[in-house]
């Protein structure tokens, strides 16, 4: 209660100026202008606490339109005095409003040419054709887990993972909903499947969901936190699951394991992780279901076989070399190999963590797709193995630049948040935030409005997909699995522009596979690649 009469002050003011000068008023002839004005903006307060458009006016009646006024005079406050435009801190201005333009279903084109120093060190394009492609769909689909019982027909662009509990309960209802509509899919995050990634209607299908299971083997696991093979299987049969993800790290915090404090673990957040509620709810930082590359592998088997057949693998992040080529070469000697890899960014983010975990671990996603995708070539495996990447991807060129590098598919989190009305407060970690997006407070998320936010949701998928599908016809292809490494160019140095292919270095089949040709790659195969085993995620001594 407190925490609202905090949020509605202004407004409450108001009313209270207003009523107090209409108490005092005897001669309606002379009606004062402060009477005049405070009855405007109650009204102007109301309206703003009962409109479902605007998430940050029902949680800020009239006090957020001060925020809308500084953005109609901000062009010329940040140029002077500001950062601009094109600034990532972590996202920049025009990165959240192309989000917010395609999935409001605004003009999202842009006069005066590029805003960005075409000449610096870093820039990127993609080479196009003097004889571009019909556009033909963009629908771009992938198929994850072609020889198994219950292959997944997959979009290329999809929600990344996020919880419930790091998310409110009517942002993860407009993800789902907003998936469901789109034909994508909607990761669950290492809190498991909770009610509200379920439609309120059993008899209406719900968004695809990937399960996402991490060392806390939420949704299935015992009282004492180890693995439960019939929870698991109770949930992996739903009809709504198509994949089941093992989440070995995250870029944001790769190696940390997490802790939400008991008096955060309430009813609905124990119900879906099968934890008590207001106990403190750990997430180990390493599983305990597995401890060597083999018993991995052995355990994506097993959670394969339990689900039915359908395409199970692991998400990480990269970190030491020899750790994952350990677990390709268990690959090698077992022949059980994973439908899938996501490789998380250490660019990633979260609802929390250490600054130096954000800042300073996790390999970025470029160099990490890299090595991921590299590696299975090396091995002749890449064909049976699909990859996702997720690291602040947000427009089509993102997702054009990461499939040229290596990856099948591409997921998305912060932009999807954006879709639903996050203003970048960075306010995730205090449960104040004020869209309603990351928080538990109630009356916080009753500010975003389902409906509206998941066509916003569907909105920003639809149209980024066709912004790719220009992109991609621009280039003469026909899909984006057609994206190689030579299609695009990055500047070096002021007088220097290289193809990418030239840049990042690439092996051949079988590379890793001959003995012979061991030294001649570059690093970190050379080095690593010897000393990884398949027996153990430690080097060889």
Known sequence: MQNLIVRYSTFFIVCFIFIVHLFFLHDYQHVSWLLILSAILVIVGLHDIFQTKRSILRNYPILAHFRFLFELIRPEIRQYFLEDDTSANPFSRNQRSIVYQRAKQQLDKRPFGTQLDVYQTGYEWINHSITPSPITTHDFRITIGADRAQPYSASIFNISAMSFGALSANAIRALNQGAQKGNFMHDTGEGSISRYHRPENTNEPGGDLVWNIGSGYFGCRNPDGSFSADKFTANATLKQVKLIEVKLSQGAKPGHGGLLPGSKVSIEIAEARGVTPGVDCVSPSSHSAFSTPVELLQFIEKLRTLSGGKPTGFKFSVGHPWEFFGIVKAMLVTGVCPDFIVVDGGEGGTGAAPVEFTDHVGEPLQE???????????????????????????????????????????????????????????????????????????????????????????????????????????????????????????????????????????????DLLDPNQLHRLPEPYSTYWPIAQAESFHPMR
């Not at 990490?368 to 064909?383: I, M, P, Q, Y």
């Open 368 to 510: 990490a797709l890299l090595l991921v995708h590299n590696t299975l070539v090396g091995c002749n495996l890449r064909d049976r193995i699909k990859i996702g990447a997720s690291g602040k991807i947000i427009s089509a060129f993102d997702i054009t630049r990461t499939l040229a590098l290596g990856a099948d598919w591409c997921n998305s989190a912060r932009g999807f948040m954006f879709a639903l009305g996050c203003i970048q407060s960075q306010t995730c970690h205090t449960d104040r935030c004020p869209t309603g997006v990351a928080t538990q407070d109630p009356l916080r998320q009753r500010a975003l409005v389902v409906p509206d936010k998941a066509e916003r949701v569907y909105h920003f998928h639809l149209n980024t997909l066709k912004a790719l599908s220009e992109l991609i016809a621009a280039a003469g292809l026909n899909h984006p699995n057609e994206l190689r490494p030579h299609h695009l160019v990055r500047r070096v140095s002021p007088n220097q522009v290289r193809l990418a292919s030239s840049l990042l270095p690439y092996l051949h089949k079988g």
